[in-house]
């Protein structure tokens, strides 16, 4: 298995110039997180889906940010506009997680936004 | 709300000292406990993992953890550390809301 894939794996733009991270989950996975790090906040969920539907979206920063998952291959996280203060690595994860006791979570190799 | 408290932001040893990481949960339902390592430049990788049985859990690279359900920890160890060590180690609590909550991380730097 490839495990999760995400593109790019680094992103360099301007300010006020749209964003989108890709992911392409493990197959079989019915899970999907994005999560955000930065050395002053470290580790943080962004959105989860489950079967391709958002279940928890507390911690997306605020509208610029917006997540899809429009099929079980397949998701998007899209930053319009970018401001300098969204530079971070992006991972995403996914999960057998169906509905039980979360399961283990398998990280992607990130996607190191820079944002000028 | 649940939260995960990593004791140790940064520690330094030298390689064959022993490893012990620190972790807290606040959450006092059925939970299942999850350790990953973050190497330099690298993704989040799973060392090891508990939900039920043992609570002395056996992870990759010689990694242990202890699941002691009256105090809420779920401390990581390693006899004896080598530089490979070197990596950011974070702790990860189930929620029962389907997500895990991750501890800020412990910065471990091994010296050769």
């Known amino acids: 298995d490839a495990g999760v894939i995400q593109s790019p794996r680094h992103e360099v733009t301007e300010m006020g110039q749209e964003v989108t991270l890709r992911c392409k989950p493990i197959?079989?996975?019915?899970?999907l997180f994005w999560y955000r790090q930065t050395m002053m906040r470290g580790l943080e969920l962004l959105i989860y889906f489950n079967n391709n539907v958002p279940i928890d979206d507390s911690g997306m920063p605020e509208d610029r940010f917006s997540a899809k998952m429009p099929n079980a291959s397949f998701s998007t996280l899209k930053i319009q506009p970018s401001e300098p203060r969204d530079s971070a690595v992006y991972f995403c994860a996914s999960s057998p997680y169906d509905g039980g006791a979360p399961d283990t979570q398998y990280f992607g190799p990130g996607t190191r936004l820079t944002v000028l | 709300a649940q939260s995960v408290s990593q004791h140790n932001h940064h520690v330094i040893l030298s390689e064959a000292a022993s490893l012990e990481l620190g972790c807290n949960y606040s959450?006092?339902?059925?939970?299942?406990l999850f350790w990953y390592v973050q190497y330099p430049g690298q993704h989040l990788q799973l060392l090891l993992k508990?939900?039920?049985?043992?609570?002395l859990v056996k992870g990759i690279k010689g990694f242990e953890a202890e699941f002691i359900k009256s105090k809420f920890s779920f401390n990581l160890r390693k006899p004896s550390v080598q530089w490979s060590d070197t990596a950011e180690y974070f702790c990860?609590?189930?929620?029962?809301?389907?997500?895990?909550?991750f501890g800020q991380g412990t910065t471990l730097q091994v010296k050769p």
């Open positions: 959450y006092g339902g059925t939970v299942n």
């Open positions: 197959s079989g996975h019915n899970s």
């Open positions: 990860a609590v189930s929620s029962n809301t389907g997500k895990l909550i």
């Open positions: 508990y939900f039920s049985g043992d609570p």
